[in-house]
């Protein structure tokens, strides 16, 4: 099995991770990140660090009944996969949308870094 995990391409594997986020499928999701990996905002703040702090911050996200990633676009340059979403979310200011620039870093079949940089929330 570790052996097709490595032989998928960065973006069918950031494709598979997108997919798992809009089913809220906390194992399906984690399963695209390395135990070790982290994410990040744009500013190099950590946003989470390794399988158990993105469970935990998945998991509120997960909660959010409207939760719904649209992809506007994808850029692939080697191990990097870079996408455009627009986000539908449940802001404790109601429900809403941000756009959102991810840019993951995939070694070995799995994400190991992931960078996102929000915009502004719009509010419905």
């Not at 906390?26 to 993105?54: K, T």
Request: one cysteine or more; glycine letters at 6%.
């Amino acid at each position: 099995m570790t052996n097709s995990k490595k032989q998928i391409a960065p973006e069918q594997l950031i494709l598979q991770q997108l997919d798992a986020y809009n089913s809220k499928d906390i194992s399906a999701w984690l399963a695209c990140y390395h135990p070790d990996a982290v994410q990040l905002d744009f500013h190099g703040a950590v946003l989470a660090r390794g399988h158990n702090e993105m469970q935990q911050r998945i998991s509120q996200r997960f909660a959010e009944a409207d939760l719904h990633a649209q992809l506007l676009q994808r850029i692939v340059m080697g191990e990097w996969v870079i996408d455009h979403e627009l986000i539908q979310r449940n802001f404790l200011e109601g429900r809403g949308q941000i756009e959102l620039l991810c840019s993951y870093q995939v070694k070995q079949g799995l994400i190991v870094k992931a960078l996102f940089q929000f915009g502004e929330r719009l509010l419905f």
